[in-house]
């Protein structure tokens, strides 16, 4: 039999071990509890708030609130719905700034059939730096100013100022070809957009403006009609002027297609700019500096050959 010392020895030890598995596995347990989370989701009318409560080791209890993005839910999309508005307004705009709508942009170069005659457009580079040009210090920051006023107008029911407004505009461009241009697109835009897409109000202001609405004008006034965003028309009426632009040019250097897309980046951020531009500019604000683009607008008039109406 054992002695009584070794007894003694072999019940510490015993006991020790008891007590050191114990503490063990209150650690473990506590550590468990302090990475386990409590989420309580409550759910709100544009998604859900999660709250997380975090138990630490210190039995301090940290309270963390996170918005969920994009939760599904069960509930329908009601017809009038932000998102439904926002795909009715760019299915429109991708129809009405299409060059498969017929407006008749695939007639005319805005002068750029004069400056590939004259040498001044023969390539990449010599074609971004000449629509830049057009772009922000020229014809394209005066449409897009025209556009965002008439726009406003519209959308406010102000037809006097509409009015003078078209008026401006009209009086604004600088040869008779680009009145040819920019008038028979406007109503042709006017014409078929009223046509399959007649909105109430839209006849009050074209009547409105008296005059024949320039293109953008017309742009303005069909969008405002319509409640598409005025932001989003800036940006897709740039983008469609400029492509055109291009496009015309495709042909007279000529440009490949993948030539015509690079074009098309670099003037990405001018098409920002001029937009941004645009949207705070007061009409005392407008004015041209492209003296050679205006001035291909004039001699194409005389050109011996031409393949653009402009």
């Given at each position: ?5 070794t007894?003694?020895v072999t ?15 209150t650690i473990?347990?506590m550590?468990i509890?302090a990475?386990t989370?409590i989420?309580i989701m409550s ?7 999660i709250?997380i409560?975090?138990?630490?080791i210190?039995?301090?209890?940290t309270?963390t ?12 999309v009601?017809a009038?719905d932000?998102?439904g ?7 429109r705009l991708?129809?009405?700034l299409?060059p498969?709508f017929p407006?008749?942009g695939f007639?005319?170069?805005s002068g750029?059939?004069?400056a590939?005659e004259?040498?001044d457009?023969t390539?990449i ?12 210090d020229?014809s394209?920051f ?7 006023h008439?726009?406003?107008?519209a ?10 407004i078209?008026?401006?505009?009209a009086a ?22 009223r046509?399959a897409w007649?909105a109430e109000?839209?006849d009050t202001?074209?009547a409105?403006?008296?005059t024949?609405?320039?293109?953008p004008v017309a742009v303005g006034?069909v969008?405002a009609?319509?409640g598409?965003?005025?932001?989003s028309t800036?940006?897709?009426f740039l983008?469609a ?6 496009s015309?040019?495709s042909?007279?250097v000529p440009?490949?297609q ?5 074009v098309?980046?670099?003037l990405?951020a001018?098409?920002a700019?001029t937009a941004?531009?645009?949207l705070s500019a007061?009409?005392?604000?407008l004015?041209?500096a492209s003296?050679?683009?205006?001035l291909?607008s ?11 109406r402009?």
């Open positions: 039999m054992p002695r009584p010392a007894r003694t019940m510490i030890t015993r006991i020790t071990a008891t007590i050191i598995m114990t503490t063990v596995t473990m347990a550590i509890t990475t989370t989420m759910r709100m009318t544009m998604g859900m708030i709250t409560t975090t138990t630490s210190a039995i301090i209890p309270t609130t996170a918005t969920s993005m994009l939760m599904t839910t069960n509930e329908p009601g009038g932000l998102a508005r926002e795909a009715a307004a760019l299915y991708m129809t009405w299409s498969a407006v008749g007639s005319y170069s750029i059939e004069w590939v004259a040498g457009v390539d580079a010599t074609l971004a730096d000449w629509l830049d040009a057009m772009l922000s020229g394209g005066c449409d897009a100013t025209f556009l965002v008439a726009y406003r107008a959308e406010a029911g102000e037809e006097s100022l509409l009015s003078e078209a008026e401006l505009a604004f461009v600088p040869s008779r070809e680009r009145q040819l241009e920019t008038t028979s697109q406007g109503r042709a835009f006017i014409e078929i957009s046509a007649d109000g839209l202001m074209v409105a403006c008296r024949p609405p320039v293109y006034v969008t009609m319509h598409v965003p005025l932001a800036l940006h897709a983008h002027l400029v492509s055109n632009w291009i015309a040019a042909r007279l440009l490949g993948t030539d015509s897309q690079r098309l980046v670099k990405e001018a098409v700019a941004k531009r645009a007061a009409l005392d604000d004015g041209s003296f050679r683009a205006d291909a004039l001699r194409h008039e005389t050109q011996y050959t031409r393949l653009f402009s």
